[in-house]
């Protein structure tokens, strides 16, 4: 589904991202993966190149604009151009009501989830242009867009903001053929969202799936088949598009 594309993956160390650029791979691209671990991120390049792909890591932090000019760089210098990014890094961060949030853990949080995304569209539109068109992909969240949970302020802010701006590059680009969409997966199965379930003090795994339709969380595998179908060919006229992929999370009251 994406031979000969070239595809960055951020947040590539684990969980959604790890699984989304192995299957970038798997299904033909050449695939620039980065986040802040780089032991995590070289094993994943080195698992990638012993299934036959192609891939090359560089580790840095999203919320820095020099880290996200140097992926797409890399990705045009290494690969030869830019088809695909989905940017996909993010955390959940402070967690608290809004007259405790510190002032340092919002701006934490936004920029991790929000100004990430920004950087990264800054500088992967115009390698697309180049190539006469590209897929953007943003990871989002139910939360703040379809529901709330007290003690998310900042979280929810942020991903509501994504959603914003996917909807803003597409229709600022769609001209020049970049395609812009969110995903907006339910709770899934990684270390992360076991500790930081939205309302549950102790994180455990009972409560998280108990809050879906589907009684269960995700794997990561099934989240990246929808990331994977969203880059494609085989969504071209999708675009402006936040797609719900949360097992019921978002519709769910018992």
Known sequence: MLKDKVAIVTGASSGIGYASARLFAQQGARVVVAARRKVELDALVSEIKKSGGQAIALAGDVRDEEHAKALVALAV???GGLDIAFNNAGSSGEMAPVPDLSVGGWRDTIDTNLTSAFLGAKYQVPAMIERGGGSI????????NTVGFPGSSAYAAAKAGVVGLTKVLAA???AKGIRANAILPGGTDTPANHA????APDGTREFIEGLHALKRLAQPEEIAQS????????SSFVTGVALLVDGGVSINRT
């Open 172 to 174: 600022e680009f769609g």
């Open 196 to 199: 930081n379930a939205p309302g």
């Open 227 to 234: 990331a994977l179908h969203l880059v494609s060919d085989a």
């Open 137 to 144: 992909l943003f990871t989002s969240s139910f939360v703040g």
């Open 77 to 79: 210098s290494h690969f």
